[in-house]
């Protein structure tokens, strides 16, 4: 099994930067990839970042060239680096590893961007 721990999320206004973090634990040797996902306030979940074990990373289209995924191997981390935020990024950030097919998800952080 994996345990996901996000931090980093808060208050930031319109242009601003924020930086999100997932600690991994537990059987992480059998993770495909981690990712992150967002829901804001009355939508759908939807898929924001993702990097494979193999460090191949997929971006959603409304953050491509604002957002990176990376991961640090040694702290079992993966990071969120959010730059350019805009209001429409407000949303409760989790974090996802895909674990032998299985999914596991972290409890949320929430981001809020004022305009």
């Known amino acids: 099994q994996v345990q996901l721990v996000e931090s980093g999320g808060g208050l930031v206004q319109a242009g601003g930067s924020l930086r999100l973090s997932c600690a991994a634990s537990?059987?992480?040797?059998?993770?495909?990839?981690m990712g992150w996902y967002r829901q804001a306030p009355g939508k759908q979940r939807e898929l924001v970042a993702t990097i494979t074990r193999s460090g191949i990373t997929n971006y959603a289209d409304s953050v491509k060239g604002r957002f990176t995924i990376s991961r640090d191997i040694a702290k079992n981390t993966v990071y969120l680096q959010m730059y350019r935020l805009k209001p429409e990024d407000t949303a409760v950030y989790s974090c996802h590893a895909d674990y032998t097919g299985m999914d596991y998800w972290g409890k949320g952080a929430l981001v809020t961007v004022s305009s």
């Open positions: 537990g059987s992480i040797f059998s993770i495909n990839a």
